[in-house]
T-cell receptor, first 115, second 112 residues
Framework: DSGVTQTPKHLITATGQRVTLRCSPR?????VYWYQQSLDQGLQFLIQ???????AKGNILERFSAQQFPDLHSELNLSSLELGDSALYFC??????????????FGPGTRLTVL | DQQVKQNSPSLSVQEGRISILNCDYT??????FLWYKKYPAEGPTFLIS?????DKNEDGRFTVFLNKSAKHLSLHIVPSQPGDSAVYFC???????????FGQGTRLTINP
């Protein structure tokens, strides 16, 4: 158990809909990352938040947005869903130390299926 | 542009022997490298890491080697056990950019 929790575990929805994925980081971790793993794809970085502020963005679609709340949990919002958004969405957290050695610990993921 | 590459999609090893998983990278700004293990329907589990100031790091049965001149790292598992069967991902990050860049993964199968 990494200490990172994600809900829900599975989500099935229809095209055009909007969903929210939730992540709680490990105790003491200030940074939250979101990654997407599509079928036969590696993990692709979407976005990073550190202590409530956006720190880095990857190839995140404009239809997707995220936020980190004062209690450090994070939510990833996916809107106007398309079939191609079906994927595993992972949250990771880390202390986000400057310099070497910042290891990210991953949650169990949310499997999103868009029908 | 695939900055981190795992050229072997799969690897099969006999139980008790050594498993060697390889990873190449192209970005010379990467200074921290990690290996994760992933079972189906679970999140990646951190295994071992190495910073660019070292060329070897060992943790029990797992050893990671880094060859900076060749931009190559490898994960050695010895002895291999059936529970090691999983997909292994190599990942890298650059100083000042904490996001991880992942390879495509190698599926390791340990045969009894």
């Amino acid at each position: 158990d990494s200490g990172v929790t994600q809900t829900p575990k599975h989500l099935i929805t229809a095209t055009g809909q909007r969903v929210t994925l939730r992540c709680s980081p490990r105790s003491g971790d200030l940074s939250v990352y979101w990654y997407q793993q599509s079928l036969d794809q590696g993990l692709q970085f979407l976005i990073q938040y550190y202590n409530g502020e956006e720190r880095a963005k990857g190839n995140i679609l404009e239809r997707f947005s995220a936020q980190q709340f004062p209690d450090l949990h994070s939510e990833l919002n996916l809107s106007s869903l398309e079939l191609g958004d079906s994927a595993l969405y992972f949250c990771a957290s880390s202390v986000a130390l400057a310099g070497f050695g910042d290891t990210q610990y991953f949650g169990p993921g949310t499997r999103l299926t868009v029908l | 542009d695939q900055q981190v590459k795992q050229n072997s999609p799969s690897l099969s090893v006999q139980e008790g022997r050594i498993s060697i998983l390889n990873c190449d990278y192209t970005n010379s700004m990467f200074d921290y490298f990690l290996w994760y293990k992933k079972y189906p329907a679970e999140g990646p589990t951190f295994l071992i890491s190495i910073s660019s100031i070292k060329d070897k790091n060992e943790d029990g049965r797992f050893t990671v080697f880094l060859n900076k001149s060749a931009k190559h790292l490898s994960l050695h598992i010895v002895p291999s056990q059936p529970g090691d069967s999983a997909v292994y991902f190599c990942a890298a990050s650059a100083r000042g950019a904490q996001k991880l860049v992942f390879g495509q993964g190698t599926r390791l199968t340990i045969n009894p």
